[in-house]
């Protein structure tokens, strides 16, 4: 499986930018889907996530009600919309996918075998 995150870019606060992963290698309709950011000198945390099949989209309560993710499995291709920027959503922004992770650890990256190489959004304020 192999995954290629796009989309980043520099804009200013308030801005918007839509992310995107595209899958090859396999059909991961059936993997959860999940975006992760890691800003220097920080862990890489959770951002949005699919679950399996599932259609419930998680979200990281810094990001509810700005961010949409969603998927289009014809593309195998997993999007992530990004309204709203601010300074603090600063950081390079990974795509992850995994067949075999429980709910539980939706928002573990640690969990997930499967990385795109990480797209740089950078927001100015």
């Known amino acids: 499986v192999q995954l290629q995150a796009s989309g980043g870019g520099l804009v200013q606060a308030g801005g918007s930018l839509r992310l995107s992963c595209a899958a090859s290698?396999?059909?991961?309709?059936?993997?959860?889907r999940a975006w992760f950011r890691q800003a220097p000198g920080k862990e890489r945390e959770f951002v949005a996530g699919?679950?399996?099949?599932?259609?419930?989209?998680y979200y990281a309560d810094s990001v509810k009600g700005r961010f949409t993710i969603s998927r289009d499995n014809a593309k195998n291709t997993v999007y992530l919309q990004m309204n709203s920027l601010k300074p603090e959503d600063t950081a390079v922004y990974y795509c992850?996918?995994?067949?075999?992770?429980?709910?539980?650890?939706?928002?573990?990256?640690?969990?997930?075998?499967?990385w795109g190489q990480g797209t740089q959004v950078t927001v100015s304020s």
């Open positions: 699919y679950f399996r099949s599932g259609s419930n989209t």
């Open positions: 992850a996918a995994d067949d075999s992770i429980i709910l539980s650890s939706l928002r573990n990256y640690r969990q997930y075998d499967y």
């Open positions: 290698g396999r059909t991961l309709s059936r993997y959860t």
